[in-house]
């Protein structure tokens, strides 16, 4: 019974540290090159602003989702999906993909 307590307690406390401490992560150098081979218009800026929307619109209905929680093919279509469920523009809807395609390729 004290060990179930413990576990509970543990898986508790990650699940509380795996919601947004820290943000989604800071674009580098290395996710612009990796957005542009994909989009060869994105700029540091646009994934800047790709990633402030992400960390805003996409914890309205429920914690922001780990970017490695999901593969790179799987991606594309929830940003699409979510896109809509958080009424993003196309401008927006676009930056958001680069932005999580990039951090999704540039993930340890
Ligand atoms: C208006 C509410 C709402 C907003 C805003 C929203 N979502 Fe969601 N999201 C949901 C709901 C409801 C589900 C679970 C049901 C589903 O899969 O459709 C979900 C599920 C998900 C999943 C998990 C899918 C799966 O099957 O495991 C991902 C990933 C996701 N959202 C990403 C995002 C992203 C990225 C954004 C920002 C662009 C976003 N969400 C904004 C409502 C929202």
């Known amino acids: 019974m004290r060990a179930n ?13 795996g919601c947004g401490a820290g943000g989604p992560p800071i674009v580098s150098p290395a996710m612009v ?6 989009s060869p218009e994105a700029t540091q800026a646009s994934l800047e602003a790709g990633r402030e929307t992400y960390g805003t619109a996409c914890k309205k209905c429920h914690a922001l ?3 490695n929680k999901y593969s790179a093919e799987k991606w594309p279509g929830y940003v699409e999906s979510m896109s809509k ?3 993003l523009d196309e ?18």
Do not use: E, G, N, W
């Open 33 to 38: 090159k990796s957005a542009q081979s994909r």
């Open 65 to 67: 989702p780990k970017i």
């Open 91 to 108: 401008t927006q809807t676009k930056q958001v993909m680069d932005y999580v395609l990039a951090a999704r390729a540039s993930a340890p």
């Open 5 to 17: 307590l413990h576990l509970l307690f543990v898986v508790a406390a990650s699940v509380a540290a």
């Open 85 to 87: 469920a958080a009424k």
